[in-house]
């Protein structure tokens, strides 16, 4: 993989405190103080944004256009150069990081909400889904998730007893996010679709995120430590289910490598793995060791806000490099059925 | 600003229902019609590998593929998961395994259900065949699920080579060319802090706006956020009742479920006070003689939660030079 064009980092991230229902606030009341807030970290106001780049999906809350209404929340108008992906945030990213690559802007804008509470997330997600073999059976996320797991099992990769204790330590983790929906111990719970228990589940809910990127200096003056983008990729797997092999993630791998993941080792990781089992495929696939801390923000197990967890990861590992609590992170994003697409950026801060 | 405690939040049931009429390549064609004829069809990759399901392009090579062979209706469960709770639209509605199956001179797996009676009586491996729908009609329900089978397992099919499944024309009479998959999906609507008061304010026939802080820009109804400025709008302010009509037009064809009489007025009115304008139907004056400028007020109808119509006032119209902004 060559050098980017430009030296483009995460200079601010900013994340809604995720809850399973915020029926008091419509979508774009859900995103402005995320806005705002990220805008607040690096002093910039709206009019210094190059670039805006949004993801999201209507059809989480039922809102036909909602993100339309969410941009209210940026200031739009009069148009801003803007952009939408109907994809977790992560994708966003990678389009706005594309942008500033070019030399269009020299600063960006990405930021994701979802809101899940009004209606059925694993439902609603069966519409993603290939419409001719998958769609018409409504095979819901967590069944296609536990057939995943239940693959690793066969293989000898993992068990129930080794999936609770993932779920056991992102949790645990995630007592230390102060943003996180779900900390602490707690019980496995039943199957909810066996060999899944509630614990191997992220939680539902609604939540927003959001960061701004910028290259070169401009990155330098925003912030104090930039995380500077070494290389993003995203590769997606075949089509149908029946055709991968389950228990691995060769387009996780191969976007890793594209994106120089596999140089020089990293010393965090945070994996977009709304299942523990799936945590068990992304550490396989990228060979991370014990050395590697991954997740120390509790992960998707302790929120989950669909749309924008992918970009949360990115956010989570920036936040690291900016604090000087890590100095090459790897960031991982993912979309679609049993890690069905997959994106991975690397993160670095200049040395101390 | 005017603070007034947050009032309960409103919530409606919404749903959201559709019907996607999607076209069949070749290949999906030739599968979904052989399902109705209980024939199960696969596709043979150039490393003659054998999909089933079937698609039209080779998923690694992007290859064109045609070359239909048919399989077997008995296969092997390759991973399984106990749902021991049903959702609605699934293949069974009471608790099954969803499976994935290599049928029998496949090389990949189909997603469907098997109907087992309990977790302990299933495991990767096992021995399956289809039990067919009763009534069948191109499309992948047509595969009711499956169900355990016990037969001397001619061993895992690698779809490759020995019992190499014959190759098929994938010629059926009346072939299915279009499936229509009916989607329902169920939510609970609750409109937020800003149109919540909105529709307070409304239910005592009052029309009440939002004010930006930065900018003093009067929307209504009110979205929660100013898109000029970026920031929530906090004021509450009441504006008309009258107005401007700024814009029409004349609809011309009747709505569906809809008993207004065409041709009738469509307008974008200027609320007096209002930032901008909002939209209504004209009544009470001949649509022919609807014009800009016109001042109207909001009709009311018994029990109702917003104005039916608006209708002239009789005072003079509006001047342009007062509502040219708000166009
Ligand atoms: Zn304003």
Redesign the interface.
């Known amino acids: 993989m060559s050098a980017p064009l430009r030296d483009v980092a995460i200079v601010a991230f900013a994340q809604s405190d995720h809850r399973r229902r915020t ?7 859900m995103v ?1 103080p995320v ?2 807030e990220v805008l607040r970290r690096t002093g910039c106001e ?1 009019s210094d944004i190059g670039f805006t780049c949004s993801g999201s999906s209507d ?1 989480l ?3 036909a256009f909602s993100f339309t ?1 969410a ?8 148009p801003i150069s803007e952009s939408h992906v109907e994809a977790d945030g992560a994708w966003a990213l990678y389009e706005a990081w594309v942008k500033l690559l070019t030399g269009e802007a020299d600063t960006a804008l990405v930021y994701a909400y979802g809101k899940s509470s ?3 997330v ?3 997600l ?2 993603q889904l290939d ?10 996320s967590v ?2 998730a ?6 690793l099992v ?1 293989a000898g990769h993992t068990d129930e007893a080794a999936l609770a204790s993932i779920a056991a330590r992102r949790r645990a983790d995630a007592s230390a996010n102060p943003h996180a929906q779900l900390t602490g111990a707690r019980p496995q719970g ?2 909810v ?4 228990r509630t614990g191997d589940c992220p939680p539902i809910g609604d939540g927003a995120a959001a960061v701004i990127l910028a290259a070169g200096d401009r990155a330098r003056e925003l912030c104090e430590r930039p995380a500077w983008i070494r290389g993003m990729d995203h590769r997606i797997e ?6 991968r092999d ?1 228990t691995d993630s060769p387009s996780t791998r191969l976007a890793a490598e594209r994106a120089g993941a596999f140089a020089r080792p990293v010393d965090t990781a945070e994996l977009h793995a709304p299942f523990t089992s799936q945590e068990v495929v992304l550490t396989r696939a990228l060979g991370l060791g014990d050395e590697v801390r991954v997740n120390p923000s509790g992960g998707a197990l302790a929120a989950n806000p669909v749309m924008a967890a992918g970009l949360i990861r990115l956010g989570e590992a920036a936040a690291a490099v900016h604090r000087g609590d890590s100095d090459r992170a790897l960031a991982h994003a993912t979309s679609g059925p049993c890690l069905q697409q997959n994106l991975v950026a690397v993160l670095e801060g200049d040395p101390r | 600003m005017t603070v007034t405690p ?1 009032p309960e ?1 409103l ?1 409606a049931p ?1 749903v ?1 229902e559709f019907p ?1 009429t ?1 076209s ?1 390549g070749p290949v ?1 064609s030739a599968f ?1 019609t052989g399902l109705r004829e209980r024939v199960v069809l696969g596709v043979r990759t150039e490393s003659g590998k054998v ?3 079937p ?1 039209e392009y080779d ?2 090579t992007a290859a064109e593929l045609r070359e239909l062979v048919e399989v077997a209706a008995t296969g092997t469960v ?7 709770a049903p ?5 069974l509605a009471t608790p099954f395994a ?3 199956v ?1 049928l029998d001179g496949a090389g ?6 098997l109907d087992a009676p309990g ?1 302990e009586s299933v495991r ?1 491996g096992m021995r399956v065949r289809i039990r067919w729908a009763a009534e069948r009609s191109g ?3 047509d595969i009711a699920c499956f169900e355990p089978y016990e037969d001397d397992a001619p061993g895992p099919s690698t779809g490759t080579g020995e019992g190499r499944p014959a190759a098929h024309d994938g010629e059926f009479a009346d072939p299915v060319t279009g ?1 229509t ?1 009916p ?1 329902r ?11 919540t008061r909105y529709l307070y304010g409304l239910a005592e026939r009052r029309t009440v706006g939002e004010r930006c802080p930065s900018c003093a820009k009067v929307y209504v109804p009110p ?10 709008t906090t004021d509450r302010v009441e504006v008309g009742p009258r107005g401007t009509v700024t814009t029409y037009c004349v609809v011309n064809i009747k709505a569906k479920n809809l008993d207004i009489d065409v041709p009738y007025v469509y307008a974008h009115i200027a609320l007096d006070g209002a930032g901008l304008a909002l939209h209504g139907r004209i009544g009470g004056i001949p649509y022919d003689q609807v014009r800009m400028g016109l001042r109207v007020e909001p009709v009311w109808t018994e029990g109702a939660r917003y104005p039916d119509h608006y209708r002239p006032t009789g005072e003079p119209d509006a001047d342009y030079d007062t509502y040219k902004e708000l166009l």
């Open positions: 029926d008091d606030l419509s979508e774009v009341e402005m806005l705002h709206t059809y809350a039922g809102r209404m941009l209210d929340g940026v200031g739009a108008w009069p009004p209606g059925s694993r439902d609603v069966t519409r419409p001719y073999y998958l769609a018409p059976l409504w095979p819901d069944a296609l536990a057939l995943q797991a239940q693959a066969d039943d199957h679709v066996a060999p899944l075949a089509h149908s289910l029946g055709v389950l | 947050p939040i919530r919404l959201v996607f999607r069949l999906q979904l999909l089933v399901p698609v998923p690694e390759t991973t399984w998961a106990w749902n021991p959702r609605p639209g699934q293949p969803w499976v994935l290599r990949t797996a189909l997603l469907h259900a977790p990767t499309a992948i329900t499936i998959t989607a999906l169920d939510y609970t609507y609750s409109p937020g802090r800003a149109q979205r929660g956020a100013c898109p000029t400025c970026g920031v929530a």
